[in-house]
């Protein structure tokens, strides 16, 4: 279509040239019409205008990957700066996930450690990763295993003998009768046998720097903590983080509806996260973002892949995104005008072909210089 309507305008303008020719019997009205079809056809080159958007895209992708940022779905970067809402998880996203045991485990027999050490490996949670490195002896072995993502696990030996570790609401929900441990800002966890709590597991977590910094630059953003953990814990998180609202003991499902009333909202949201049970979150969000040691589902099901243990560089990610989208509008604007300007002075006689050419090459280097200065960032 661009093409027919150039050689349309071509051919009447040497026709039109051509009539005058014929009307005042001019001989440079003939080289006249050549001069002017032939400026028409050299500065109307899409060259500037096909390579816009590819470019800026280009640059802005090659400017993410050097963060260690892997953009899945190209869609997102457009995205990201038009988010009114982020939420994240707490665990391995907000804090650094790497669980330090406080108190609890010197109280266990080797029996109970080797036993507890063979729940623990079968899950890939922040807190069964702690007591598996923690404890040095070799598992007990046993069988059965039930995994609730997010909330415990369970399995038996060969005797029979029943081993829970979970959180207080998910040993209540399988009838083990015990009082919840006191309002501490630390993660708690219990070890039971047989229906009987054995051991109170305490760990402790700390905040990424990262997530104060990211934090302050969304200050005009809306900012939502989801965790599976006690309000306590979380409730120490969010004070630490400018007291943002935040909701507690959350499954995996209860965080993707929270998600969803948000949308409902009215809001755009963007989900960060970590683990297994993340992965419904991600999906449900406008728009999903996965940490460095994310599991492989919350990657697969993620638009974008942050490859550091950093959350500034969501900031980073929203600066570059917003620089990307201007050079994207900057190179079409140029490009069209650009375009649009020499063919009308093409169609008066003003260009010649000569300068038409170095005209459009001039066009598409501009285009490309103002696309690398995505990069410098």
């Known amino acids: 279509m661009f093409y027919r309507n150039i050689l349309l305008l071509t051919f009447f303008t040497a026709l039109y040239t051509l009539g005058q020719y014929m009307l005042t019997q001019d001989p440079s009205l003939k080289e006249l019409a050549f001069t002017k079809s032939?400026?028409?056809?050299?500065?109307?080159?899409?060259?500037?205008?096909?390579?816009?958007?590819?470019?800026?895209?280009?640059?802005?992708?090659?400017?993410?990957v050097s963060l260690g940022i892997i953009v899945r779905n190209r869609g997102a970067l457009a995205e990201i700066s038009k988010q009114t809402c982020f939420v994240f998880d707490k665990t391995g996203t907000l804090t650094h996930g790497a669980l330090c045991i406080k108190k609890g485990l010197d109280s266990l027999g080797n029996e109970d450690k080797r036993a507890l050490k063979a729940l623990v490996k079968v899950s890939f949670h922040p807190i069964c990763k702690s007591i598996e490195n923690a404890i040095s002896l070799?598992?007990?072995?046993?069988?059965?295993?039930?995994?609730?993502?997010?909330?415990?696990i369970k399995g038996q030996d060969k005797e029979g003998n029943e081993y829970l570790l979970g959180s207080f609401s998910f040993l209540k929900t399988l009838g083990v009768d015990f009082i919840e441990e006191g309002n501490h800002n630390q993660i708690l966890s219990y070890f039971v046998k047989?229906?009987?709590?054995?051991?109170?597991?305490?760990?402790?977590?700390?905040?990424r720097p990262s997530a104060r910094d990211l934090f302050t630059y969304l200050k005009d953003k809306k900012k939502v903590i989801l965790s599976g953990d006690r309000e306590s814990v979380v409730a120490a998180i969010s004070r630490e983080l400018g007291s943002c609202p935040f909701k507690f003991e959350c499954l995996p499902l209860q965080k993707k509806e929270?998600?969803?009333?948000?949308?409902?909202?009215?809001?755009?949201?963007?989900?960060?996260?970590?683990?297994?049970?993340?992965?419904?979150?991600?999906?449900?969000?406008?728009?999903?973002?996965?940490?460095?040691?994310?599991?492989?589902?919350?990657?697969?099901?993620?638009?974008?892949?942050?490859?550091?243990?950093?959350?500034?560089?969501?900031?980073?990610?929203?600066?570059?995104?917003?620089?990307?989208?201007?050079?994207?509008?900057?190179?079409?604007?140029?490009?069209?005008?650009?375009?649009?300007?020499?063919?009308?002075?093409?169609?008066?006689?003003?260009?010649?072909?000569?300068?038409?050419?170095?005209?459009?090459?001039?066009?598409?280097?501009?285009?490309?210089?103002?696309?690398?200065?995505?990069?410098?960032?």
């Not at 070799?138 to 415990?152: A, H, K, R, S, T």
């Not at 051991?199 to 905040?207: A, K």
């Not at 375009?339 to 010649?352: C, F, P």
Request: include cysteine; aromatic fraction near 8%; proline fraction near 3%.
């Open 194 to 207: 047989n229906q009987k709590v054995v051991t109170t597991l305490f760990f402790e977590d700390t905040l």
């Open 258 to 377: 929270h998600i969803q009333n948000y949308q409902n909202q009215g809001d755009k949201v963007c989900f960060v996260g970590d683990g297994v049970n993340d992965a419904p979150s991600i999906t449900r969000a406008d728009l999903g973002i996965s940490m460095l040691r994310a599991s492989d589902i919350s990657i697969q099901v993620s638009d974008i892949f942050i490859t550091k243990e950093d959350l500034s560089l969501i900031a980073k990610m929203i600066e570059l995104s917003k620089k990307g989208t201007r050079a994207l509008k900057q190179n079409l604007f140029w490009a069209f005008f650009y375009n649009v300007l020499g063919i009308i002075l093409a169609i008066s006689g003003l260009l010649l072909p000569l300068y038409a050419a170095f005209a459009m090459v001039a066009s598409s280097l501009i285009v490309c210089f103002n696309s690398l200065r995505i990069k410098r960032t």
């Open 138 to 152: 070799n598992p007990l072995d046993l069988e059965d295993f039930q995994e609730v993502i997010g909330q415990g």
């Open 38 to 64: 032939l400026s028409i056809l050299l500065i109307s080159c899409p060259c500037a205008l096909g390579i816009a958007a590819p470019l800026a895209e280009s640059a802005l992708m090659s400017a993410l």
